[in-house]
T-cell receptor, first 113, second 113 residues
Framework: AQSVTQLDSQVPVFEEAPVELRCNYS??????LFWYVQYPNQGLQLLLK??????LVESINGFEAEFNKSQTSFHLRKPSVHISDTAEYFC???????????FGSGTKLNVKP | NAGVTQTPKFQVLKTGQSMTLQCAQD?????MSWYRQDPGMGLRLIHY???????DQGEVPNGYNVSRSTTEDFPLRLLSAAPSQTSVYFC????????????FGPGTRLTVL
């Protein structure tokens, strides 16, 4: 069985401050890992993903996430956030060779001026 | 190129009524899926399809039916709506369910009274 845990339901942060959104997963098989972002009143968009290779993956808008197999984590970080980063962020896993996809409960990032 | 479209955007039903949520994509993706989004629970997979004529159940399939007669369309049917089905519904499509980007529609907000 697979599960995804996002411990922080809300993260308030001031503009230009660093932020980390935590994601832990459990799985009986190897998984692919994803972060999706949902801006208000929109559908989800892929932010970044880890399939293989370097454990550090980056997005085009400055976010990065590191796959840590021993801690079964895939935390999302940004060194300096902007007001426009205000959104809900979802961690997700897809088990190898299964047509399944599991999302975490989401973390609402609220960037204040 | 419209991507993934969903209709209607909003719907209010009475308990016991039936309706169909429409989803269409113009990217020639084989994989399509339906999710429901509830506060504090993230997105949960209802049903998915790996190609025309092939569908399978996700995490929360009870109370929902799907069919896939064409590559483009993947409607979701509620045969007898219940208040527990009040939610926001998202349709998504992708080239590969496990590893590729899922493209989400704008969502349908359904209220069952």
């Amino acid at each position: 069985a697979q599960s995804v845990t996002q411990l922080d339901s809300q993260v308030p942060v001031f503009e230009e401050a660093p932020v980390e959104l935590r994601c832990n997963y459990s799985s009986s098989v190897s998984v692919y890992l994803f972060w999706y972002v949902q801006y208000p009143n929109q559908g989800l968009q892929l932010l970044l993903k880890y399939l293989s290779g370097s454990t550090l993956v980056e997005s085009i808008n400055g976010f990065e996430a590191e796959f840590n197999k021993s801690q079964t984590s895939f935390h999302l970080r940004k060194p300096s956030v902007h007001i426009s980063d205000t959104a809900e962020y979802f961690c997700a896993v897809s088990p190898y060779n299964f047509n399944k996809f599991y999302f975490g409960s989401g973390t609402k990032l609220n960037v204040k001026p | 190129n419209a991507g993934v479209t969903q209709t209607p955007k909003f719907q209010v039903l009475k308990t016991g009524q039936s309706m169909t949520l429409q989803c269409a994509q113009d990217m020639n993706h084989e994989y399509m899926s339906w999710y429901r989004q509830d506060p504090g629970m993230g997105l949960r997979l209802i049903h998915y399809s790996v190609g025309a004529g092939i569908t399978d159940q996700g995490e929360v399939p009870n109370g929902y039916n799907v069919s896939r007669s064409t590559t483009e369309d993947f409607p979701l049917r509620l045969l007898s709506a219940a208040p527990s089905q009040t939610s926001v519904y998202f349709c998504a499509s992708t080239v590969d369910f496990s590893t590729d980007t899922q493209y989400f529609g704008p969502g349908t907000r359904l209220t069952v009274l």
